[in-house]
């Protein structure tokens, strides 16, 4: 029953990471992906996935998806039918389960976020509603596979399990609050384990709807650079599964780290531009510590939201320098848009994995693009490559709507 | 029936009756279809068989709001059932007293700005729109909300079939439960568009698609009579899961109802409830199909029948098109604690 709830009293459990999955422009995969986040590499170019001539940035973080998807329960007829954002979320969810151990069950409950699921099927759809209104020819499988639900589907028939699934849309933070909803699901006694991530693939309404705004930058976004002029959009996926400390314990699970607390608030201010002080972002960065335990002194690294538009900088770095404190003045921030750009409902999940890589590697992932540190940053921005001792970072993912989210993680030793 | 500790402390609904729950319930004692309406479908000779919602009694008040300027039909509705729902608690939202926790479910979201939008950039993407792009986000009627409530507090979407609406409510539970909330307002919404009722009628010709929205306010304290019982579990329709079994389950989970007990379905799978034993209402016959919305009126008519001593308990059935089925029982605390 979803109510009234089972083991919902007693003490929080402690929740670890046992898999982690990630495909990014930077390629498939943990290990790919952490050499690149260490060493700063960017992987921005044209973009091919859609007409960009008459967009006032012509660059993104596409992927190349691999021509065969992993072997999986899926039957290989419905491979071929999977697309863009389904086929991410797959490679990310098959990386994650291999490492994690899992067995399929008929209760795992799925909590994805992600902005616009596979929005090219709907922008294929009303394509040909519009342009062959008389030809209804692929339309009911366009509308099937659209929509957000079908590609967590997709997971539940490759792996074997039943969900339940829940999928949160708040746009750039998605796939924070997923992950954040999924731990608190753990903590709380709901659930003895969770897959959870977010995804996103390019499509051309968003990449449009984002220049209409003039966020999107024509040169490669620099998060936090006083020369910055708007954000790079990207794509991808992660998926992690999460389980309590005991479980993992009890099968001698590999764990990738621990999330220690999650926070989450809402900026009213405005629609698409945060309160200029940061205010939500400030109050999900310490709603996340109080539920941690931790104070901002004790947190050894900041995976910024960093877009590189005017705007949420801004606010942020406001926000990192009153949560912070004195503790400002030393603290390591960077944000990993400025290599794999902005994934929006994926963002979150993706840069939660980039946290679990810099706490296992014990590094710290540069911006290197970043030339003219914007003043208004009191903190350490990471320019260069470099190692360094972390037992906690955090996470920050915001969004339209005001959707602000925090997510706190530990290093497993 | 257990005591329940979570409370439905307010409804509310704009649907093809009308504004307001007081609309809902009188269509509900007609009992008879309401009247369709047309819709074009550009470019196609025939027209779309759909039910609106009509226009508001008078101006909307919240659309004085600096941050409703261009709100859409969707966000109004949401906001408009939402704001019934809440009552005189809107009032302690606004001025800091109450945290409100607020989640919206809808599969479409904002369709009609996204397919406005999408022309917009098929005809000229360095001429789309601006005012458009940020209300196609699923969640900008959430935003709106709590905008207009003055609400910091947590606030998801959730996007899925017409049973998210009731994981919406479990979520909602939850956070009261956990504390971080005082009440939690979910609101189930869709919208009526073109693209959308199209959409709809591939799967099942007789569909008279519909809009609108509903809305439930939990607190754990109350002076209301209707608490929230249970809500099953999801299940999920796999390759080992019809949808018919996926009805079967929720029927065992809710159990097998009393005489006096109503039953809120949505006419799908109707096989699961055929030996009901109390009274019963398909509102999708009453209102035409409106997914999440639909879900939502379910269970506030639910709610209301007992509200007004029609029951002393009602279960509401979604099967969803095409992700789960899941059910839900409320009752009337004052019977079901004596």
């Known amino acids: 029953m979803l109510f009234p709830p089972p083991n919902a009293a007693g003490s929080a459990r402690r929740v670890v990471v046992t898999g982690a999955g990630i495909i990014t422009a930077l390629g498939a995969g943990w290990k790919t992906n952490a050499e690149g986040f260490r060493a700063g590499t960017t992987a921005f170019r044209p973009v091919t996935l859609f007409d960009v001539s008459r967009q006032r940035s012509k660059i993104a973080a596409e992927i190349d998806l691999p021509e065969v998807l992993p072997a999986t329960r899926l039957s290989t007829n419905k491979l071929p039918r999977l697309n863009r954002a389904a086929r991410m979320l797959l490679l990310a969810a098959h990386e994650a389960w291999g490492q994690s151990g899992w067995q399929p069950d008929d209760h795992l409950p799925v909590v994805l976020g992600t902005t616009s699921g596979e929005m090219t099927l709907g922008q294929d759809y009303l394509c040909q509603a519009i342009n062959t209104p008389n030809d209804f020819k692929r339309q009911a499988t366009r509308v099937t596979n659209y929509q957000v639900q079908r590609q967590a589907m997709v997971l539940c028939e490759a792996f074997g399990f039943q969900g339940p699934l829940i999928k949160i849309s708040n746009a750039c933070a998605s796939g924070a609050n997923a992950i954040g909803h999924a731990f608190e699901m753990i903590r709380s006694g709901r659930a003895e384990r969770v897959l959870t991530g977010g995804y996103d693939a390019l499509c051309h309404l968003t990449f449009a709807g984002f220049d209409s705004l003039q966020a999107l930058a024509p040169t490669p976004c620099l998060p936090f650079d006083v020369h910055r002029n708007g954000l790079t959009l990207g794509e991808g996926a992660a998926v992690l599964t999460l389980e309590t400390l005991a479980s993992a314990k009890q099968r001698d699970a590999d764990t990738l780290g621990e999330i220690i607390g999650y926070g989450t608030d809402t900026d009213t201010h405005h629609l698409t531009q945060p309160h200029p002080e940061g205010r939500a972002a400030m109050a999900a960065m310490n709603a996340a510590c109080t539920v941690a335990g931790v104070s901002p002194g004790e947190v050894d690294y900041v995976n910024a939201h960093g877009t590189a538009t005017i705007q949420n900088d801004a606010a942020e770095a406001a926000a990192i320098n009153r949560w912070a404190g004195d503790r400002a003045l030393n603290l390591p921030v960077s944000s990993t848009k400025a290599d794999i750009g902005h994934l929006l409902g994926a963002a979150g999940a993706v840069e939660a994995v980039a946290c679990l890589m810099a706490l296992q590697g014990q590094w710290l992932p540069p911006a290197r693009a970043l030339t003219s540190p914007d003043p208004a940053c009191r903190f350490q921005l990471v320019r260069q490559p470099i190692d360094a001792k972390i037992e906690i970072a955090l996470s920050n993912s915001f969004g339209f709507g005001g959707a602000n989210a925090s997510l706190i993680f530990r290093r497993w030793v | ?338």
């Not at chain 2, 006419?267 to 639909?294: C, F, H, K, Y």
């Open chain 2, 1 to 338: 029936m257990g005591v329940s500790t979570i409370f439905i402390h307010g409804i509310g609904a704009v649907s093809p009756a009308g504004w307001g729950v007081a609309a809902l319930r009188e269509a509900l004692k007609k009992n008879a279809p309401l009247p369709v309406q047309t819709l074009a479908r550009p470019g196609w000779a025939h027209q779309l068989t759909v039910r609106h919602v009509p226009p508001p009694p008078g101006r909307l008040e919240f659309l004085a709001h600096p941050r409703m300027r261009r709100v859409g039909v969707l966000s109004q509705h949401i906001i408009a059932a939402a704001l019934e729902a809440l009552g005189q608690d809107a009032g302690l939202v606004q001025t800091g007293v109450l945290r409100l926790g607020v989640i919206v479910s809808t599969l479409a979201g904002n369709v009609a700005y996204s397919r406005r939008f999408y022309e917009e950039v098929l005809k000229d993407p360095a001429m789309a729109s601006p005012l458009i792009f940020p209300e196609t986000v699923f969640n900008a009627p959430a935003s709106h909300l709590a905008a207009y409530l003055n609400s910091p507090g947590i606030n998801y979407t959730l996007v899925g079939d017409a049973g998210s609406f009731l994981q919406g409510l479990a979520l909602a539970a939850d956070w009261l439960a956990q504390g971080q909330a005082d009440g939690c307002v979910v609101v189930g919404a869709e919208e009526l568009d073109w693209i959308a009722a199209d959409a709809a009628r591939l799967f099942k010709r007789s569909t008279i698609y519909a809009g609108g929205a509903g809305a439930l306010y939990l607190k754990t304290q109350s002076a209301a009579r209707t608490g929230l019982s249970t809500i099953t579990d999801s299940f999920l329709y796999t390759k080992s899961q019809t949808r018919a079994a996926a009805a079967r389950r929720v029927r065992s989970q809710l159990g097998p109802g009393s005489p006096d007990e109503w039953l809120c379905d949505n006419g799908a799978e109707s096989s699961a409830w055929q030996d009901w034993p109390g009274p019963r209402v398909t509102l999708p016959a009453i209102m035409g199909g409106a997914l999440n919305a639909s879900a939502a009126w379910q269970c506030v008519v639910a709610c209301d029948l007992i509200a007004n001593a029609r029951s002393p308990g009602a279960c509401v059935s979604v099967v969803g098109a095409n992700q789960q089925a899941i059910g839900a029982r409320f009752v009337n605390t004052e019977i079901s604690s004596t």
